[in-house]
């Protein structure tokens, strides 16, 4: 199977946001998306760039996309958080995955990032076994905080 891993352009985002919301099913977590096609283009392209996606393409159709952006760590300095990884259904074990992901990471090195880090569900067996295989540490003993929107705007 011919594929094509670019950086994605303010057309892809319908297609992007079709795979935010099926990862979202697969998540469990369905309603959860609110993001539109506007924020994304806003957020992504517009005067300044939050984050970076590559998608991949097959016949000119978007399949999947690895979403990331820049972060500052105070013990190593510069580094990148993949936000999100997702093929569609169909299009998986087919190596657009580990692309996607290699993508990102060769990307980390050519910008001297000094890491990358993502959060994967403790369920989501065969994601850990895939990010494994690459010699990533998943950690056990760190959990995932976060304020939602009304805590933010309901805090004193």
Known sequence: MDFKIRFATPED????????????????????????????????????????????????????MALFYSRFST????????EDLIVTKSMRGKSIGKTLFEAVVIYAKTQKIKRV????????????????????????DWRTVQLDEDQIKNFN
Do not use: M, R
Not at 33 to 61: M, N
Not at 75 to 82: A, C, P, Q, S, Y
């Open 117 to 140: 880090e993502w959060v994967v569900l403790d369920w989501n067996i065969d994601a850990i076994g895939f990010y494994e295989k690459y010699g990533a540490k998943v950690f056990k």
């Open 13 to 64: 985002l319908p297609q992007i946001l079709d795979l935010i919301k099926e990862l979202a099913a697969f998540e469990k977590e369905s309603d959860a998306v609110k993001i539109s096609v506007k924020d994304l283009k806003t957020y992504g392209f517009g005067d300044s760039p939050l984050f970076k996606c590559f998608v991949a393409e097959v016949d000119q159709k978007v399949v999947g």
């Open 75 to 82: 013990w190593k300095g510069k580094t990148v958080h993949l």
